[in-house]
Structure formats: C-alpha cells, structure tokens
C-alpha cells in the first residue's frame, strides 16, 4: 500500500507490535545511490530513536521495522553522503493503530462450559417446539377437512 510518494508498506495499516515492510521509491532510488538509510522513532519525541541500513532491490530500498506501541511511526532516510530525504523537514509521520482487544480469544482454561451446555440445551428445545408447531399447522387442517390420505406403499 503506497502511504505517501514512494514509500510503500506492506500491510494495509500499521499496528502495534508487529514487524512492517517499507519499500522506498523515493529521490536517493531514483538518483542511483548505492546506500540509503532509515532513521526512525516513535511518538512525538521520537522515542527509540534507531537507524538502519536499507537493502536495494528493484521494486527499491526495503527495510523491515519492528513497531512498538507508540501513538505514530516517524522516520526520514539519509543516504551514504549524508543528504536527507525528510519529507521537506516534515518527517514521514504515519499512526500506529492499536490492537482490538475485544476480539481477542480467550484461553482454554478460562472458558466455562456449563452455560454452553444450558444454551445447547434450550436449543435443542426450541428446535423440537418449533417442528412440533409446524406439524401441527401443516396436517391438523387437513385431519379436520378429511383430505389427509397417508401414503400406501405400492407393494401390496
């Protein structure tokens, strides 16, 4: 997914505590440079603050980043001469979604199974009520009126 001008992550968003791919398509690509660095941190202070040499593909420089749990993932490249590329001293900000926790499974051991059985049990019951209401609906009309013939088997 390209976030902004040639950078490019893998993942559709950036979420916490997982490992993101960026692909760089940016002015030291296009200018041929042979060594191009990622300089990063997260938050507004820019906590964390690391740097790491990126590898040349041809889809561009990539480099795979571990994100923390910060509010945002900042960074800037720098290529081996010491020129920046840092967005025209805006850095490169992005957020960092956190991870729904709702949705979370939950571990075995604190999984109770009794009312799981209750809610099994009333199904089952609920299930027979309703094909006994639907039987009757269906063929009291006809016993009634007469026009309920059972079916003969044809071996007679």
Known sequence: MELTKNIFFNTDKLVENTVVKISYTGKFFQ?????????????LNWNQVAEQKMEKTELGFQAEIQLNDDETFNFCFKNNNGEWDNNDNENYIFPIEKIETSLAVVPEEEISLKPARRLRKSYIWSKKIRIAVYKIITYLPKIISGNYKRKVSQEQ
Do not use: L, T
């Open 31 to 43: 200018e041929n440079n042979e060594e191009v660095y990622i300089h990063y941190g997260f938050g």
